[in-house]
């Protein structure tokens, strides 16, 4: 659509980059400003921020890489053009949410609490980060005549990026309604997984840029599936523990 917001000489603001770095400061300063409500050191909040935002963009791209290699072997360099689009939500989750734990741990502060007080931004800053892919082009839908014209594939695509967007801001109004209510914690947590997991899976079949790789499902919806019941299962387990 617009992957280029404007040119300055040399200087180019890409609407992804954009878009990311809109996201981040929207989140960063959201969990900050609830921190100090919820009596936590504000500071170690934007140190996590931090941590769990790059070191989440590198996994997410990692992944994202490893899925689409033979696109990258023949340009090893757009590997670093981050700009042009190309992370897997993924990838992030598992490098960004364990690189978040070793922090935790060793500052000594609740995991379960912490992430609960973080993640309702988490889910508003993909909400941001899915309009810069829709700007970029990237994440598109399958072909549909009740689409949208990308310019960028000369196409009439389902705007995917657009249904992710409003659907994670629906998932982000959840948590803080939950987050304000009486919850055990990590409840927070493992209903945003499980209801990413359940968006993820549904929006993957209106999606063009992931092959199918087994039963007609493809590698991330697999990896939905299995975080919908890791999520199910610890949500039974709190629900247990708050009803003995």
Request: some cysteine; charged content about 15%.
């Given at each position: 659509?617009?992957?280029?917001?404007?040119?300055?000489?040399p200087?180019?603001?890409?609407?992804?980059g954009?878009?990311?770095?809109?996201?981040?400061?929207l989140?960063i300063?959201?969990?900050?400003?609830?921190?100090?409500?919820?009596?936590?050191?504000?500071?170690?909040?934007?140190?996590?921020?931090?941590?769990?935002?790059?070191l989440?963009?590198?996994?997410?791209r990692?992944l994202y890489?490893?899925?689409?290699?033979?696109?990258?072997?023949?340009n090893?360099?757009?590997?670093?053009?981050f700009?042009?689009?190309?992370?897997?939500?993924?990838?992030?989750?598992?490098?960004g949410?364990?690189?978040?734990v070793?922090?935790?741990?060793?500052?000594k502060?609740?995991?379960?609490?912490?992430?609960?007080?973080?993640?309702?931004y988490?889910?508003?800053?993909?909400?941001?980060g899915?309009?810069?892919c829709?700007?970029?082009?990237?994440c598109f839908?399958?072909?549909?005549?009740?689409?949208?014209?990308?310019?960028?594939?000369?196409?009439?695509?389902i705007?995917?990026?657009?249904?992710?967007?409003?659907?994670?801001?629906?998932?982000?109004?959840?948590?803080?309604?939950?987050?304000?209510?009486?919850?055990?914690?990590?409840?927070?947590?493992?209903?945003?997984l499980?209801?990413?997991?359940?968006?993820?899976?549904?929006?993957?079949?209106?999606?063009a840029?992931?092959?199918a790789?087994?039963?007609?499902?493809?590698?991330?919806?697999?990896?939905?599936?299995?975080?919908?019941?890791l999520?199910?299962?610890?949500?039974?387990?709190?629900?247990?523990?708050?009803?003995?």
């Amino acid at each position: 659509m617009h992957p280029e917001i404007c040119r300055i000489g040399p200087f180019v603001i890409y609407s992804y980059g954009l878009s990311l770095a809109l996201a981040f400061t929207l989140a960063i300063t959201l969990a900050s400003r609830q921190a100090r409500r919820q009596n936590f050191n504000p500071e170690l909040i934007v140190n996590l921020c931090f941590i769990g935002f790059f070191l989440g963009i590198i996994g997410a791209r990692i992944l994202y890489v490893a899925g689409h290699l033979s696109d990258y072997l023949n340009n090893p360099l757009e590997i670093i053009m981050f700009q042009h689009g190309g992370l897997s939500w993924f990838g992030g989750l598992i490098l960004g949410l364990f690189s978040g734990v070793v922090y935790l741990k060793r500052k000594k502060l609740p995991v379960y609490k912490t992430i609960d007080l973080i993640i309702p931004y988490v889910a508003l800053a993909q909400a941001i980060g899915r309009l810069g892919c829709f700007l970029n082009g990237c994440c598109f839908g399958r072909e549909s005549s009740y689409g949208i014209y990308f310019p960028v594939h000369k196409a009439v695509l389902i705007p995917t990026q657009l249904y992710s967007s409003l659907f994670l801001v629906f998932i982000f109004v959840i948590l803080i309604y939950l987050r304000e209510r009486p919850h055990k914690a990590g409840f927070i947590l493992f209903t945003y997984l499980l209801l990413y997991s359940t968006k993820r899976f549904f929006i993957e079949f209106w999606r063009a840029d992931n092959p199918a790789i087994i039963f007609n499902l493809t590698i991330f919806q697999i990896f939905a599936v299995a975080i919908f019941f890791l999520a199910l299962i610890k949500l039974i387990q709190l629900t247990k523990k708050s009803s003995s």
